[in-house]
């Protein structure tokens, strides 16, 4: 079983940036891809961030292209998402996600993710 614990939410005005942590109970070697998905009140939960082990490649979705960044750093087991240029859509539950069967790419389906955090709130004011 993999625990996952996010920190790092909190409120921020638009154009302010965030960074959120992941820490993971297992190894690195364990959690073959991780990722960052949010959801917003009445809506979804969608992706943000994806990354395997090895760090490369990443995948990121369109509407946070250019102004968030998904890093991992495995000596630590602990997931990044550098959040900047908010903006008040991104105000959402942001939760972490792991996939401990063996993936060599960076997934985007909240299925096929095996572990999920209890998620921490990020909210964007205007």
């Known amino acids: 079983q993999v625990q996952l614990v996010e920190s790092g939410g909190g409120l921020v005005q638009a154009g302010g940036s965030l960074r959120l942590s992941c820490a993971a109970s297992?190894?690195?070697?364990?959690?073959?891809?991780m990722g960052w998905f949010r959801q917003a009140p009445g809506k979804e939960r969608e992706f943000v961030a994806g990354?395997?082990?090895?760090?490369?490649?990443?995948n990121t979705a369109d509407s946070v292209k250019g102004r968030f960044t998904i890093t991992r750093d495995n000596a630590k087991n602990t997931l990044y998402l550098q959040m900047n240029n908010l903006k008040p859509e991104d105000t959402a539950v942001y939760y972490c996600a792991a996939r401990t069967r063996y993936s060599a790419y960076p997934r985007s389906q909240a299925y096929e993710y095996d572990w999920w955090g209890q998620g921490t709130q990020v909210t964007v004011s205007s």
């Open positions: 990354i395997t082990w090895s760090t490369c490649p990443t």
């Open positions: 297992e190894s690195a070697s364990s959690t073959y891809a």
